[in-house]
Structures are given as structure tokens and as C-alpha cells.
Nanobody, 117 residues
């Protein structure tokens, strides 16, 4: 089992910045992918950004140029630096971990990000 603990959510004004962190622990495999998804009421959970253990990132079009995903492989921790935040970024953000083993798809508890004036 892999466990994920998220931190860094909060409330900011439009144009502000926020940094999310997610630490994985437990039965972590060295080859994996970690990422961030978000969900608002009435919407499906959507991919925000994901990064492989090799450091290759992918982003949703809506956040490209504003968000940066990074990771510390040694610490099994992934970060999401969010800048130029917009009201439409308001959501619950969930950390995700995946590796090649069947059943190894873990989710964090979710952290609320609210962007409003």
C-alpha cells in the first residue's frame, strides 16, 4: 500500500500563487508516476499535471505556462507550483500515485484551493 499526504492548499486572490506538496510513503516503487488532479462540484476529476519518476511532465492545457510540477524522487514527494491563479482554478486538488503493479493507484485526501477576491 502507498499512502499520500497532501499539504499547501488555501485561499488566495486572483493572480496569487500557491504551492502544493504531496509525500508518498509505504510500498513505493522506484519507477512510478505522480501527479495532481482536481475536481469541482458537477465536474469529473480532471488531470492537472503529472510527472514520471524520470522527470517527464505533462500538463492540462488550462494550466500550461502557469503551473509547474516537480518532484524530489529521493523523498517521494511531488510539488505543484501554481502561479497567476484564476477563479476557475478553484477546486479540490488530489495527489495521485501510480506504478506498474496491479492495484497500485493511490489518492491523497484532497486539499481545497480557493481563488477569489
Amino acid at each position: 500500500q502507498v499512502r499520500l499526504v497532501e499539504s499547501g492548499g488555501g485561499s488566495v486572490q486572483p493572480g496569487g500563487s500557491l504551492r502544493l506538496s504531496c509525500a508518498a510513503s509505504g510500498d513505493v516503487f522506484s519507477i512510478n508516476a505522480m501527479g495532481w488532479y482536481r475536481q469541482t462540484p458537477g465536474k469529473q476529476r480532471e488531470l492537472v499535471a503529472i510527472i514520471s519518476s524520470g522527470g517527464s511532465p505533462n500538463y492540462a492545457a488550462s494550466v500550461k505556462g502557469r503551473f509547474t510540477i516537480s518532484r524530489d524522487v529521493a523523498k517521494n514527494t511531488v510539488y505543484l507550483q501554481m502561479s497567476s491563479l484564476k477563479s476557475e482554478d478553484t477546486a479540490v486538488y488530489y495527489c495521485n500515485y501510480r506504478d506498474y503493479r496491479p492495484g497500485y493507484d493511490a489518492w491523497g485526501q484532497g486539499t481545497q484551493v480557493t481563488v477569489s477576491s
